[in-house]
């Protein structure tokens, strides 16, 4: 069955940098679009950045410039590096996947709140602090 596994995460002083993981297995991931998201504690989940299978990317503006998304589909791996980290960053990061397709706003809608990613790994934490 389809599986999402992040790493990577942990504690990690401001202005340093993290790179997660979601290594995925049981489907094809040229196929599928895959993104990050993130919760923080008493806030709602939100976009971090979304690569779609022919490689159009998603970013959200809080982290333009500072995170770079990559994805290995021969490995079926999907990074997030992070760099000039802030404390509010730090949230549970979670990997997601989709088939589906999608385009112009309705990508931008996938990948802002994940509402139609189909399969969610378990999360991994990201503590920003001094």
């Known amino acids: 069955q389809v599986q999402l596994v992040e790493s990577g995460g942990g504690l990690v002083q401001p202005g340093g940098s993290l790179r997660l993981s979601c290594a995925a297995s049981g489907f094809t991931t040229d196929y599928y679009t895959i993104g990050w998201f993130r919760q923080a504690p008493g806030k709602e989940r939100e976009g971090v950045s979304c690569?779609?299978?022919?490689?159009?990317?998603y970013k959200a503006d809080s982290v333009k410039g500072r995170f770079t998304i990559s994805r290995d589909n021969a490995k079926k791996l999907l990074y997030l590096q992070m760099n000039s980290l802030d404390v509010e960053d730090t949230a549970v990061y979670y990997c997601a996947a989709t088939p589906r397709y999608y385009s112009g706003s309705s990508f931008q809608r996938l990948c802002g709140r994940g509402a139609g990613m189909d399969f969610w790994g378990e999360g991994t934490l990201v503590t920003v602090s001094s």
């Open positions: 690569v779609r299978s022919d490689g159009i990317t």
